[in-house]
């Protein structure tokens, strides 16, 4: 018998997954450890005026599909008014069948505006106008959509020299939802460009009060930010890297290199890569000393389109998956850190499916016993947050790990309309495990499968990270104003 589209039981193929999903799964909230939602709208609690602003602003993902539909710019990130540009997408969503986004696109409407009929160009009309009516409502607004979705904590990713004020004013004000920093210090470590690197490293020495003038000015510049983000309860970094890098150097060659950009001389290859490694060494140390967690987005291939970056800038959707060594650099810099009894927790995110396995082993090798599940293979991101991905990952994962040990799920998006992605990873897994139980593979034990997704779900998380321990939210505030 055929099956509804997107109904209850939507991914669960098994008595056994609808069992886990709807038992254990759906209810536990939801921790989003990874994100890039803009923190002055959650402070501001910021209303969108239309379903547009709030689902098409931001998201190239859907910009991606539009231009492959034959879908002129105008209505992409042009001059198109907010109707135009969602009557576009509504005309492009019947030729995303297959891709995620026909699915993702579906149960946003339905989980958090109560659509249910599929959104095409005859539907547009009536879907943009309920949507908006929506949107204008006290229970829409940004924090009212965070609630909606059962999010418990939410960790944004911030640059080193962002003042963090919109942080410090949601740790005051009693917002049921925790909404903490990410440290993410890419731009300190990226002296490619002379020019934009000392802008840059101008910023951050205001932002620190220090003169960075050297190279150890630099490191203890980056140090008081570090403690700044603490202050305010952040228990993460971050860095999105094409790989890892792990050439070898000595202190006395990267203060010369730092003197020579620093003078607006341009790098020559080498010493760029010297550059990068020494700084993820100290970053490192620096997050292994206060016991957070570090990330490491690992395989993307940015920029492709030199002309539509020059017109539209970066993260404007013209990058795709790379195809980079990474397995002898990142054992390098991992030993590195081991070696040395340096190692901070640690989430690996591969963007090549073809390296999945390379990394769950990977992990494997620095897994020490201090820590339950202390280094992760990170959940599929990007192009790979998506059915296959996902399953591809939990497999690998499972293959060569513990699934068990898992922190889970997160959005790494840009819309608060994105959190129905914990949900699908949800029912995939569930739909895994569920499988397994059918065919014998794993024992018919309820309790102990159900804890096992609890856990993968939320609470895995929740002690991961250690939010559970987190400073009270004024106390952090007032913390970080003296810091």
Known sequence: MKKPFLDTDFLLQTETARMLYHEYAAPMPIIDYHNHLLP???????????????????????????????????YITGSASDWEKFEKWAETV????????????????QRYFGVTEVLNKDSARRIYEHCNALLQTPEYSVRGLLLKMNVKTL????????????????????????????????????????????????????????????YPDLLTALRVRHDYFAALGCRLSDHGLEQIYADDYTDAEI??????????????????LQF???????????????????QFHLGALRNNNARQLRQLGPDT????????SQGQALSKFLDRLDTQDKL?????????????????????????????????????????DQKDGMERQI??????????????????????????????????????????????????????????????????????????????PVEAARVAEKA
């Open 276 to 294: 990068k490694s020494a700084m993820l060494v100290f970053l490192a140390e620096l997050d292994w000393e206060k016991g957070w967690t570090q």
């Open 40 to 74: 002055d709208q959650i402070a501001e609690d910021k209303q969108f005026e239309s379903i547009t602003q709030l689902w098409l602003y931001g998201d190239h993902y859907k910009w991606r599909a539009m231009r492959t539909n034959g879908i002129d710019e105008r």
């Open 94 to 109: 019947p030729y995303t069948l297959r891709n995620p986004l026909y699915h993702w696109t579906h149960l946003e409407l």
């Open 155 to 214: 960790c944004t990713t911030d640059d080193p020299a962002d003042s963090l004020e919109h942080h410090r004013a949601l740790a005051a004000s009693g917002f049921a939802v925790q909404v903490l920093p990410t440290f993410r210090p890419d731009k300190a470590m990226s002296p490619e460009d002379a020019s934009a690197y000392n802008a840059y490293l101008d910023k951050l020495g205001a932002s620190a009060a220090v003169d960075i003038v050297s």
């Open 395 to 472: 497999n690998a994962l499972s293959n060569l790990g513990l699934l068990s040990r898992f922190v889970g799920m997160l959005t790494d998006s840009r819309s608060f309309l994105s959190y129905p992605r914990h949900e699908y990873f949800r029912r995939i897994l569930c739909n895994i495990l569920g499988n397994d139980v059918e065919n014998g593979e794993l024992p018919d034990d309820m309790e102990l499968l159900g804890g096992m997704v609890q856990n993968i779900c939320y609470n895995n998380a929740k002690g991961y990270f250690g939010f559970e321990s987190q400073a009270e």
């Open 344 to 384: 901070a927790k640690t989430i690996l995110y591969n963007l090549n499916p073809a390296d999945n396995e390379l990394f769950a082993t990977m992990i494997g090798n620095f897994q020490d016993g201090t820590v339950a599940g202390k280094m992760q293979f990170g959940s599929g991101w990007w192009f790979l």
């Open 255 to 272: 203060s010369a290199i730092f003197a020579k950009v620093r003078g607006g001389e341009s790098l020559k290859p080498k010493e760029v």
């Open 317 to 324: 959707g013209w990058d795709s998956i790379g195809d980079f």
